[in-house]
């Protein structure tokens, strides 16, 4: 009679610490969607990526069709890129004024005042700065800067810079003030 208890017990506390161990090896839904986010920060870069290189490699075809490419030039230079604030007015609905830092989601204006301090002044600028730089910049402002995720504000500021105003507007209006 023993033996039968002893074995009953033994089988329920294993199938209890089994559910548990079991249980932690599976993500969560919040784990899963940071992943999702972290993807379509990733794919919203390749596509500012791919954009810049199809209009480089346009304005490198002449007439003909061959490729003119001025080798002096540093690869930042090959393309130049102006600012249409008619553009950035249609898709935002408001005057966007150039090099805004604050047009980035997540940037306010102490946010804007502590890049400027660190000589990062243009989307140009912001979008060439590592996400782990402008942490270390949001650090050096104090504890209630730390709470800030400055990963997708270099991809923003790029697509600004670039005039991909519809693309920024949708991707901000899809992750505005941070929710997924």
């Not at 346009?58 to 130049?80: F, N, R, V």
Request: with cysteine; charged share 30%; aromatic share 12%.
């Amino acid at each position: 009679m023993w033996y039968w208890i002893v074995l009953a017990i033994t089988g329920i506390i294993s199938g209890v610490l089994g559910y548990f161990f079991g249980k932690s090896d599976t993500p969560s839904l919040q784990e899963k969607s940071f992943e999702i986010n972290s993807l379509e920060i990733k794919n919203a870069k390749l596509k500012s990526d791919l954009e810049t290189c199809r209009k480089r490699l346009d304005s490198y075809t002449t007439k003909t069709g061959q490729l003119k490419i001025d080798k002096d030039l540093k690869p930042s230079e090959h393309a130049s890129f102006s600012f249409d604030a008619t553009g950035a007015k249609a898709a935002f609905g408001k005057t966007i004024k150039e090099n805004d830092l604050k047009l980035v989601e997540g940037i306010g204006p102490k946010i804007e005042g502590l890049f400027h301090n660190f000589g990062i002044k243009t989307w140009k600028d912001l979008s060439e700065t590592s996400a782990d730089k402008c942490q270390d910049i949001l650090d050096s402002g104090g504890k209630r800067y730390r709470i800030h995720d400055p990963a997708s504000w270099p991809m923003q500021a790029k697509m600004a810079y670039e005039g991909h105003w519809e693309q920024l507007f949708e991707w901000q209006e899809k992750h505005r003030a941070g929710k997924y």
